[in-house]
């Protein structure tokens, strides 16, 4: 652990104004993120994380406090490092145009195969460690529901969903459909081209009108 510790103490500096603890968090976040990922909650001990990250044990303890904090923001992290233009920032942010464009492009995002393994560990933590499901839904998962339910109605208020429509519903089955092709039914043969075909009907089938936003899907 000598390396461990010059690297988190010592007076030397990581980068220009790039702050040391900086560097130590991001290097153990992103073995948490791995581990889970290759091994789920059993697999991403916080001896196993401050082995890969390269950090003592104390390192964690200092920073968060508890295991499944540390993995709910583990998880975002890699999350958003994997899928870039698909944080809750950039869909908060999105005009209706272009959050369609997200939608039709995202199972490009779930065809990636640690994002497929992401998804499956998620789900198949959810009995065997609530807790951290509770933690990652409060913390991270809630704030993008509710940002995602923000684009449908710029959608909306742009005339390509219906009035009436109730938005939370369209919001489950948008999320349900791509998780119930890409996780339960997911076929090799399954290409970006494809999976934007289908995300294509399922908008149509929820009566979402791409020809008022974008030319580019009329017919």
């Known amino acids: 652990m000598a390396a461990a510790r010059a690297r988190e103490g010592g007076t030397g500096k990581v980068g220009p104004g790039r702050p040391r603890s ?13 581990l889970f990922v290759e091994g789920g ?11 890969k990250a390269g950090v003592a044990k104390t390192s964690i303890y200092r920073r ?12 975002e992290a890699g ?47 959810v ?31 742009a005339g390509a969903i219906r009035p009436d429509a109730d938005i939370e519903s369209l919001a489950d089955m948008l ?4 998780i119930y092709r890409l996780v339960l039914v997911h076929e ?3 290409t970006p081209e494809k999976l934007r075909a289908y995300l294509l009907r399922i908008l149509r089938a929820a009566g979402i009108d791409l020809g008022r936003m974008t030319g580019s899907e009329r017919g």
Do not use: C
């Open 41 to 51: 909650v059993e697999g991403a001990s916080i001896e196993k994380i401050a082995r």
């Open 64 to 75: 968060w406090r508890s295991r499944d904090q540390l993995l709910a923001q583990a998880i």
């Open 188 to 190: 090799p043969g399954d």
């Open 175 to 178: 999320g349900g459909a791509l």
């Open 79 to 125: 999350r958003n490092e994997s899928a870039p233009g698909y944080t809750t920032d950039a869909v908060q942010h999105a005009s209706a145009a272009d959050f369609l464009q997200l939608l039709l492009g995202a199972g490009n995002i779930m065809l990636r195969p640690r994002m497929r393994k992401l998804v499956t560990r998620l789900i198949g933590s």
């Open 22 to 34: 900086a560097a130590v968090e991001r290097a153990i976040l992103r073995a948490a993120f791995a």
């Open 127 to 157: 009995s065997d460690h609530p807790q951290l499901l509770e933690v990652y839904r409060e913390t991270y998962f809630r704030p993008r529901r509710r940002a995602l339910e923000g684009a449908l109605r710029r959608v909306q208020a």
